[in-house]
Structure formats: structure tokens, C-alpha cells
């Protein structure tokens, strides 16, 4: 999935308390540029963000504010979001390049993942595969962790839970086997190679000379640093350990949607220079997706980020199901049955949490609309549809008294809840159809400016 994950929730919270500090105010001066700076402040260094990286992302953001321009502006929150938009950019990467790995002019790609022990490296190996497989690559998964026990075994079953091959050898030599894998890499076709070299619980002088002759032997085109968000700071200290001895080119930060703060995103950029590529958000293969700096700013500042909501949505619902769909709202045939194809479409994107992250003006509201839009709601209301007839779907007229008794009983929901859902897809039926109308939007738009709240089917 896109970067979807909590690990910025607190942060956002707190950056948007600190704006409303602005709201209502005529012009941007330097005392209430500092009021608001201080909060700031308190919002990084709670979200785990290193002092110095804080203190260099104020400074910067001050002297920006503090500019002619700003200062004479007549929308000083609407200036101030836009520097530190601007800022958190920057902060964690800059503009993403159009392709996260370099890939070598002469297959094959090597791609080497180093790290602690416990950073989750052979399944972010797996996900690589798989992001690989999707662009059309042919990856390779090198086991060269010979220490620790069922590492190599592990690495088969995710290269088969992938659909990728994995290299086997009696060698028992990690560079033996790094070396010889490129080998059979190049007679076989495969133009990427992962090598999932050996971590510990600690940084290891032995460790680090080994990773250094594996690079030596086989001239990686990437070096790619996985460390675990959820150990904060130390995966920052850890990265630049080993981008001194290594030379890392990126970073992979998983565990993103466990109790984490963020504030490793952050710092690594800054602390080592190379940018943070890849976040893992889960157990699933899937659950890993590039990281663009300019999006996370935007979800940071609840603005959302509709690009890799589209995104994954093109992954996950069904292209023609879609637009058999759209013609059916546009000559306004919407039924329950649609209704129902709806939810599990949305199901399909992830949880309605971090959906609601991804929508501009949702983001800071997902408190508000817990209660509403829920993944267990959501079911519950696909349970009620499950329980109809064909015909019942078809036509929601059908539904008198007694058979909504019967529906209810079939799903376990109270027919409380099946007069609900009725009455939420009459509405929606009736919202479709007045979608044709020209004067719709318009009239949608006047309703938005006044605070008119999302009417969400759930």
C-alpha cells in the first residue's frame, strides 16, 4: 500500500493545534511566528525527531517566514503551512526520483540489504521481489545469512510466498555465496539480484568487514540500509554506522504500522545523506510501498495524498467492475447489490482509517468519523445485504416488515440497522442521479465552504 501508515498521526494532530495559533490573525509577526514556532517545536521532538534535525528544520522554516513577503501577507496560516510543507520536503528527501532503485546499464542489478538483527531484512527482501516483479523485473533472492538458525530456510519460503527463485548452495561462506549466486544470476537471466546478508543483535566489527568484502566481491548497484521505525533514534544511529563503513544509498524503514513516532524518518536523511526509499507497513508481502517526501508532507499537514490513494487503488479494484459500475450510476441504477460490490471494493484498499488519512480535509477529522466509517461497521452493513434475496437487492421496496425481520435474524444486526442502511442508499441513489445535474457541483462546492461535513455511506 502507499505510505499509509500512523507513524505521523500524533505529529499531525499537534502540527494542526500549532496552526490554529494563526487562524485569525491579520498579518504574520515575529511574536506570533515564534508562539507558533515553539509548538513546533514540542510537536518534532515528541515525534522522536533528533534536537539538532528539529533545530535546523525551525531555523530554516523561521528564516523563510521571516521573509518581505510573508511578513506583508495577508493570509499568514495559509504562508506558514506552505514554508513548513515546503520544509518537511525537504527534510526527508526532496523531490522523489522517478525510480527508487538505480538499475545497472548490464543486467544483473545488485541489490544489497544490510542491518540489524530483528529489522525484519528477510521479508523486506520478499516485498522488494515482489515491488520488482510488479515493474516488470526478475529478481533473484541470495540467502547469505549463515548464522542465524532457519535464516536460510526462511528465505526459501518467502522467495515461494513471492514467486520468485532463491539461490541454494552447500556453501557456507557468505561471500562464497553472494559471489556465486551473481554468477548463476548472469548465466540464468536474472536481472536483479537480492542479497540478504547477515545481521546482529548489535554493531559487530565482524559483521562489518564481512558486509565489506561481500561488496567487494560483488559490486553492488544499491545498498540498501532496513531498520525498524520502532526503535526511533537508534535506527538512526545505526544507519550511519553502517553508511560509513558501507556506503549505504538508501533506506527501509519497517514496522511503520507498529508504536512508532516517526521521528526516524526524519533524522536519516540528515544524518546520513542518503534518502529514506521504502517503508514496510506489515506482515503481508504486499503491505510495502515507495516513500515520497512531497506526499507524507502533505498527509503530515492533513492535506491527504490522493496520488497513491489512486495508486493503490489501481492495484487493488477490478478496472472493468469499475466502469460497469460508473455507467450504472450514470443511467442511475444504483441497487443494494452495487451497494454491497462498494464495500467490498473499499475493503479491498485497507482499513477506512488510514483511507480517511488519504482524503484532503479527512485527515484531522478520523476522530470524528471512528465512530462512523469502520471497518466493523462496514462489514456489519455487507452482512445485512448478504442476507437478501437477489430480488430484494434488486428492489429495496420489496423490503416490508417481515422480511426484514428475516434479514435480520440471518445476519445477526437489528433491523434498527437495516432501516439505516435503506435509508442511507436512498440518499446515496438520489445523490448519483443529481450528479448529472450541472448545478450539482456548484452547489456541493457552496456547501464545503460552509463546513458542510462528509454524508459517508457507513
Known amino acids: 500500500m502507499p505510505t499509509w501508515s500512523p507513524m505521523f498521526d500524533s505529529l499531525t494532530q499537534k502540527l494542526s493545534q500549532a496552526m490554529k495559533t494563526l487562524r485569525g490573525q491579520s498579518k504574520l509577526t515575529e511574536a506570533n511566528l515564534e508562539a507558533v514556532l515553539r509548538e513546533v517545536r514540542m510537536a518534532l521532538l515528541e515525534a522522536d525527531v533528533h534536537v539538532s534535525v528539529a533545530r535546523t528544520f525551525l531555523q530554516r522554516v523561521k528564516e523563510k517566514a521571516l521573509g518581505a513577503e510573508v511578513m506583508q501577507g495577508l493570509n499568514p496560516a495559509q504562508a506558514f503551512i506552505d514554508i513548513v510543507h515546503r520544509e518537511l520536503v525537504e527534510i526527508m528527501g526532496g523531490q522523489a526520483p522517478e525510480h527508487p532503485i538505480t538499475f545497472a546499464s548490464k543486467p544483473p542489478t545488485v541489490v544489497m540489504m544490510v542491518g540489524l538483527q530483528g529489522a525484519g531484512k528477510t521479508t523486506t527482501c520478499g516485498k522488494l521481489a515482489v515491488f520488482l516483479k510488479k515493474l516488470g523485473r526478475s529478481p533473484l533472492l541470495v540467502p547469505a545469512d549463515v548464522y542465524r538458525p532457519a535464516a536460510i530456510e526462511q528465505l526459501h519460503v518467502v522467495a515461494r510466498e513471492a514467486g520468485v527463485p532463491s539461490f541454494r548452495t552447500d556453501v557456507k ?18 536481472d536483479t539480484v537480492i542479497l540478504d546478508t547477515a545481521g546482529r543483535l548489535h554493531l559487530d566489527e565482524g559483521l562489518m568487514e564481512e558486509l565489506v568484502r561481500i561488496k567487494a566481491a560483488t559490486s553492488p548497484d544499491e545498498i540498501f540500509f532496513v531498520a525498524d521505525a520502532m526503535t526511533g533514534q537508534d535506527a538512526v544511529r545505526s544507519a550511519t554506522a553502517f553508511h560509513e563503513k558501507l556506503g549505504i544509498t538508501g533506506v527501509v524503514l519497517t514496522k511503520t504500522d507498529g508504536d512508532t513516532r516517526g521521528g526516524a524518518a526524519f533524522s536519516i536523511k540528515q544524518a546520513t545523506g542518503q534518502p529514506l526509499k521504502f517503508v514496510g507497513e506489515g506482515e503481508k508481502l504486499e503491505d510495502f510501498q515507495r516513500f515520497h517526501p512531497d506526499r507524507m508532507a502533505q498527509r503530515i499537514l492533513g492535506m491527504g495524498d490522493v496520488l497513491s490513494l489512486i495508486e493503490h487503488a489501481k492495484d487493488k479494484i477490478d478496472e472493468k467492475e469499475a466502469e460497469v459500475m460508473a455507467r450504472r450510476m450514470a443511467k442511475n441504477q444504483f441497487t443494494l447489490e452495487d451497494m454491497r460490490k462498494q464495500f467490498q471494493q473499499v475493503q479491498k484498499l485497507g482499513s477506512m482509517n488510514k483511507i480517511i488519512g488519504m482524503l484532503p480535509g479527512l485527515g484531522q477529522m478520523k476522530d470524528q468519523l471512528a465512530s462512523v466509517a469502520t471497518d466493523k461497521r462496514i462489514k456489519h452493513l455487507e452482512a445485512i445485504i448478504n442476507s437478501m434475496t437477489p430480488a430484494e437487492r ?37 445523490m448519483m442521479g443529481q450528479m448529472n445535474d450541472p448545478k450539482f457541483m456548484a452547489r456541493m462546492q457552496r456547501m464545503a465552504k460552509m463546513g458542510g461535513g462528509p454524508n459517508l455511506p457507513f
Open 173 to 190: 561462506d557468505p561471500v562464497a555465496i553472494c559471489a556465486a549466486a551473481l554468477a548463476e544470476a548472469k548465466l540464468k537471466g536474472w
Open 394 to 430: 434488486a428492489n429495496h421496496n420489496l423490503l416490508d416488515g417481515k422480511r426484514k425481520r428475516r434479514i435480520a435474524a440471518g445476519c445477526g444486526r437489528p433491523v434498527s440497522e437495516i432501516n439505516q442502511l435503506i435509508k442511507q442508499y436512498v440518499e446515496t441513489k438520489k
